[in-house]
Antibody, heavy 123, light 110 residues
Framework: QLQLQESGPGLVKPSETLSLTCTVS??????????WGWIRQPPGKGLEFIGK???????YYNPSLKSRLTISVDTSRNQFSLRLSSVTAADTAVYYC???????????????WGQGTLVTVSS | QTVVTQEPSFSVSPGGTVTLTCGLS?????????PSWYQQTPGQAPRTLIY???TRSSGVPDRFSGSILGNKAALTITGAQANDESDYYC??????????FGGGTKLTVL
């Protein structure tokens, strides 16, 4: 059974960089069938797509976050990571990692999700 | 900037039928957008319900169905149960590689 687990600091100061890692277990991240994505949810609000990465390193970013965002992949560790710079209180959210299907007739949906991790931006 | 629209809230009686919709601020949702639907209860990660417009994810009861109605994607719950009370999100895939989430619909069963 595939599992995704987010990890990283739960508290980040304003103007600093938020860094999270998603560890994939029960399957390889180096597969042509999937993208690996980040989604966030501010407290009491809806879900927002942040970006995604293919195992080769190709990335797709939400245009509203692109200038501050870096998503990377480490296939040797079966992990992918998120870095969001110059954070403000508006970046406080539960951050989820998820797998997105990219091949076949049924695609572009998120089929596995991590449990999510709350990141608070505060001094 | 394209926005995905959903009803903010909806109410259904136990045993009743409800249809939630998912539209685009500019244009129509078609199967080419690969619409998918997710259910989320407080404190939990989203659960995949429907993908590719109308395919139920593994383990999802057949009272949940997806379709295109007019110019929107739709999620219909037939025979609503108390445990269907959740937030429901639709997602559409844009051809530049981005997935857009709707604002979510809070469904109340009472």
């Amino acid at each position: 059974q595939l599992q995704l687990q987010e990890s990283g600091p739960g508290l980040v100061k304003p103007s600093e960089t938020l860094s999270l890692t998603c560890t994939v277990s029960g399957g390889s991240i180096s597969t042509s069938d999937y993208y690996w994505g980040w989604i966030r949810q501010p407290p009491g609000k809806g879900l927002e797509f942040i970006g995604k990465i293919y195992y080769s390193g190709s990335t797709y970013y939400n245009p509203s976050l692109k200038s501050r965002l870096t998503i990377s992949v480490d296939t040797s560790r079966n992990q992918f990571s998120l870095r969001l710079s110059s954070v403000t209180a508006a970046d406080t959210a539960v951050y989820y990692c998820a797998r997105q299907v990219r091949t076949g007739t049924s695609k572009y949906y998120f089929d596995y999700w991590g449990q999510g991790t709350l990141v608070t931006v505060s001094s | 900037q394209t926005v995905v629209t959903q009803e903010p809230s909806f109410s259904v009686s136990p045993g009743g039928t409800v249809t939630l919709t998912c539209g685009l601020s500019s244009g129509s949702v078609s199967t080419s957008y690969y619409p998918s639907w997710y259910q989320q209860t407080p404190g939990q990660a989203p659960r995949t319900l429907i993908y590719n417009t109308n395919t139920r994810s593994s383990g999802v009861p057949d009272r949940f169905s997806g379709s295109i109605l007019g110019n929107k994607a739709a999620l219909t719950i037939t025979g609503a149960q108390a445990n269907d009370e959740s937030d429901y999100y639709c997602v559409v895939y844009m051809d530049w590689g981005i997935s857009l989430f709707g604002g979510g619909t809070k469904l109340t069963v009472l």
